[in-house]
């Protein structure tokens, strides 16, 4: 089993509509759970970040962890064509060698006006 | 808002030569790393490096990887002898905490072996 699975993309989808961005992990060491975002031939930019299990949320975008079931999720309210980029999951423990980002493979969302 | 900053943006080398690719990370983060992305997989965690020298590295980061921190701003990645699969999109990242969200990634210098 991989460590960190993303759902297959691509994703197209209306504007306005809801996005449900979501990942499967394996590893029980992970505290850390983030969300980027990239652009092509871009580095990745962090966009929220959720320490252990719970809900963030910050304007049209949220973060929520399931522990018990090592599923995290990323939605986007009311998507704007610049949401159009790839996402990106990421994994991390605390300490040693689980203190390294883990990626998912990304999904590329395409927002459509 | 504070940025790492990476050069070259795109890298043209033949098979066998060296390389060195440069960063210069956020002035007040502790915490260094190199990832890399092969088009179309994942970004792939190199190295990281805290207190002047190698914290922890993957398995990709073999003999022919090394990094340096020559200057107490630059953060560079040394490839000594490029093989055709070492093109990628390589990401300078840099912490102030060493933990989960406190990552900045920069924009990446794209490396071609030719």
């Known amino acids: 089993q991989k460590e960190v699975e993303q759902d297959p993309g691509p994703l197209s989808v209306p504007e306005g509509a809801i996005v449900s961005l979501n990942c499967t992990y394996s590893?029980?060491?992970?505290?850390?759970f983030m969300w980027y975002r990239q652009y092509s031939r871009k580095g990745p930019e962090l966009l929220m970040y959720?320490?252990?299990?719970g809900n963030k949320e910050d304007g049209r975008f949220t973060a929520q962890v399931d522990k018990s079931s090592k599923y995290i999720s990323l939605f986007i309210r009311d998507s704007q064509p610049s949401d159009s980029a790839t996402y990106l999951c990421?994994?991390?423990?605390?300490?040693?060698?689980?203190?390294?980002?883990?990626f998912g493979k990304g999904i590329t969302l395409s927002v459509r006006p | 808002e504070p940025e790492v900053t990476q050069t070259p943006s795109h890298q043209v080398t033949q098979m066998g030569q060296e390389v060195i690719l440069r960063c210069v990370p956020i002035?007040?983060?502790?915490?260094f790393y190199w990832y890399r992305q092969i088009l179309g997989q994942k970004v792939e965690f190199l190295v990281s490096?805290?207190?002047?020298?190698?914290?922890?590295k993957s398995e990709i980061f073999d003999d022919q990887f090394s990094v340096e921190r020559p200057d107490g701003s630059n953060f560079t990645l040394k490839i000594r002898s490029t093989k055709l699969e070492d093109s990628a999109m390589y990401f300078c990242?840099?912490?102030?905490?060493?933990?989960?969200?406190?990552?900045?990634f920069g924009s990446g210098t794209r490396l071609t072996v030719v």
């Open positions: 590893n029980s060491a992970f505290q850390y």
């Open positions: 490096f805290y207190n002047n020298e190698i914290s922890e």
């Open positions: 990242a840099s912490s102030s905490t060493g933990q989960g969200g406190g990552y900045t």
């Open positions: 990421a994994m991390s423990g605390i300490t040693g060698a689980n203190s390294k980002l883990t």
């Open positions: 959720t320490y252990s299990s």
């Open positions: 002035s007040n983060h502790l915490y």
